[in-house]
């Protein structure tokens, strides 16, 4: 049964609209407008990207508690509205009907001050989905308490204490440039251009990196590329040897025209130790992790990053022009590796800890159906395709 709600009030905040309630059984007898969270989106114009298949969007939710209470996030619910202001769909998550979707997610018991970063759970929409704009609302429980915390887990998703409303306004996608494959011979895409959790929908920086000045996420569309065998296996024999992976020492080329604006060639090589990682770099000496990388200015608002390369295999410099095809570098095992592989991403601008990922779509490859396969002119590759270079 509802409790009744003897207070409601509208506040305009800086994370979004709050909705604030007072339920007359589990909230605090005395209710200000500090009772609040914050809702943050990143990147604030989320892309829309199309295909045949669906509309996709690609974006990262940042929640805080700005109140003197712990909350408990109980529910997400998300609607599309078209330029009439007509919801297009809602969804939603929440601890009751969908607990594993809000599990997912992760922490979702707030104590003050404490943040939580949340990859986008409604990603994926109808190919013909007029959206013009997204309304998403968060709603909140007080759990100050093991018995309040206990019954908010009870609680029906209408029932809530405080919820935001935020609104977002997407950008649909336009594709400036092809991209070619950087790796010749087959190839597996360990972590690519998808919707799962994994390094690249991880969080955005703000919570995890507070201190190395990551204000982006400039993996958001990246792939990590290894090179495989027709069994689709990426090494030979003993996987603790770095020279038994096929992608270590591998040509690395030029995905399209542009400038070479920054690199780094001479960070060692990751090895190991036995069955342990021995690292060669550090936070101090590799903050992001890159390792050895070259990135590449293709004068439209895209830059190209490769990561991970092999120490002093660089053979580019910097302001140098790198038209497709060229070969730039080797494979490595440097920077934040756990083995030989490619790191390879899009942004929009030239500096990973400020740049925002942007898709990229590649041409010219072969994507494979076990023994056979089809041949792409254009199209995007997702974690665990296997495809390869027709050029």
């Known amino acids: 049964m509802l409790k009744s709600i003897t207070m409601i009030c509208m ?5 979004g609209i ?8 589990s909230s605090p007898a005395s209710t200000t407008p500090a009772d609040a969270a914050s809702v943050a989106i990143s990147p604030a114009n989320p892309l829309i990207e199309k295909d045949p298949n669906g509309l996709y969007l690609n974006f990262d939710i940042v929640v805080k508690n700005t109140s003197k209470h712990t909350l408990y996030l109980a529910t997400i619910a998300a609607s599309v509205m ?23 997610i992760g922490n979702t018991l707030l104590k003050p001050g404490e943040a939580v970063d949340i990859f986008n759970p409604f990603y994926s929409f109808a190919p013909d989905a007029k959206i013009t704009f997204l309304q998403y609302e968060f709603f ?8 309040q915390l206990a019954n908010d887990k009870k609680r029906l998703p209408v029932d809530f204490d405080l919820s935001i409303k935020k609104i977002i306004t997407p950008r649909t996608f336009t594709p400036k440039t092809g991209f070619s494959l950087p790796l010749k011979g087959k190839l597996i895409v360990l972590d690519g251009h998808n919707f799962y959790p994994g390094q690249n929908n991880g969080p955005a920086g703000i919570i995890e990196h507070p201190t190395k000045g990551v204000t982006a996420k400039s993996n958001r569309y990246a792939f990590d590329f290894a090179s495989v065998d027709d069994q689709g296996n990426m090494y030979e024999s003993d996987p603790f040897k770095r020279d038994n992976w096929y992608a270590f020492g591998k040509p690395v080329y030029a995905p399209a025209t542009g400038i070479v604006v920054e690199m780094q060639n001479d960070i060692p090589d990751n090895d190991f130790n036995g069955k342990t990682l021995k690292p060669y770099s550090s936070a101090a000496t590799d903050p992001l992790g890159l390792g050895n990388y070259v ?3 293709h004068g439209n608002g895209e830059f190209s990053v490769l990561s991970h390369l092999q120490k002093g295999s660089i053979i580019v410099r910097n302001s140098m022009l790198v038209r497709p095809g060229q070969l730039i570098a080797k494979v490595g095992f440097s920077g934040n590796a756990t083995f030989p592989h490619l790191h390879y991403a899009v942004m929009n601008g030239s500096k990973e800890s400020t740049a925002e990922g942007i898709p990229s779509y590649f041409t010219d ?10 041949n792409v002119k254009s199209g995007r590759v997702d974690s665990g395709d296997i495809v390869e270079s027709s050029k």
């Open 365 to 374: 490859f072969k994507s494979y159906r076990g023994k056979n396969y089809v």
């Open 140 to 147: 909140f429980d007080y759990a100050d308490s093991p018995q």
């Open 18 to 25: 709050l909705s604030h309630k007072t339920a007359n059984t």
């Open 82 to 104: 078209d330029a009439y202001v007509k919801p297009v769909s809602k969804q939603s998550i929440n601890v009751n009907a969908q607990a594993a979707g809000l599990k997912a």
């Open 295 to 297: 990135i590449i200015d």
């Open 11 to 15: 506040l305009l905040v800086p994370g």
